[in-house]
């Protein structure tokens, strides 16, 4: 079973509409969890961290289910610029190693 | 003003050859990492070092070697290239305390021919 498991995609949405991902992970002990963002061909960037009480950066919203092993990412009022791969990022502790999902696909189209 | 470089930004090279990728941050970072990214977008780290000292040395070939001269500076280089070694080769910084803010560069695509 690999380490972050997402669904690869491509969800297209068209522009205004909210869309969700889920990753799930297989370590128990993983201790934080973070979205980056990777447009195509450029690298990845952070987008967000994510707070087992969850947390809000304008229309994205990221939560946490330990119990589950399962985190996500909600965006609302999707825009253009949006298209991009998402990646869920797992920390199992000392921060330095970060495991990356293989990424969400996003399209958003007019 | 480029956070994070890596030169060359494309390299083409023929199975055997050794070739050599650099990398440098002026963020002001103490602790860089090397990544590939696979076809399959999967992006796994190889190496991380802070402050000159190797930290993370994951389950990779001997025949890659990474240098760091100075924390602003990691090098990667790779002997005895082979085809599955076609990938894009990030480089990251970012602060040791701060280790899940990482900054990447923008990427070396290698191709092994």
């Known amino acids: 079973r690999k380490e972050v498991e997402q669904d690869p995609g491509p969800f297209n949405v068209p522009e205004g509409a909210t869309v969700a991902f889920n990753c799930t992970y297989s370590?128990?002990?993983?201790?934080?969890f973070f979205w980056y963002r990777q447009d195509c061909r450029k690298e990845p960037k952070l987008l967000m961290s994510?707070?087992?009480s969850g947390n809000e950066d304008g229309r994205f919203t990221a939560q946490l289910n330990r119990a589950s092993q399962y985190i996500s990412l909600l965006i609302r009022d999707s825009k253009l610029s949006d298209s991009a791969t998402y990646l869920c990022?797992?920390?199992?502790?000392?921060?330095?190693?970060?495991?990356f999902g293989t990424g969400t696909r996003l399209l958003v189209s007019p | 003003d480029t956070a994070v470089s890596q030169t060359p930004k494309y390299l083409v090279t023929q199975m055997g050859n050794d070739k050599s990728i650099k990398c440098e941050q002026n963020?002001?970072?103490?602790?860089m990492y090397w990544y590939k990214q696979d076809s399959k977008k999967f992006l796994k780290i190889m190496f991380s070092?802070?402050?000159?000292?190797?930290?993370i040395n994951e389950t990779v070939p001997n025949r890659f070697s990474p240098k760091s001269p100075d924390k602003a500076h990691l090098n990667l280089h790779i002997n005895s290239l082979e085809l599955g070694d076609s990938a894009v080769y990030f480089c990251?910084?970012?602060?040791?305390?701060?280790?899940?803010?990482?900054?990447f560069g923008p990427g070396t695509r290698l191709t092994v021919t």
């Open positions: 990251a910084s970012s602060q040791m305390d701060r280790g899940y803010e990482q900054y």
């Open positions: 370590n128990s002990a993983s201790q934080s």
């Open positions: 994510v707070y087992s």
């Open positions: 990022v797992v920390n199992m502790g000392g921060f330095q190693k970060l495991v």
């Open positions: 963020l002001g970072h103490d602790t």
């Open positions: 070092y802070n402050n000159k000292e190797l930290i």
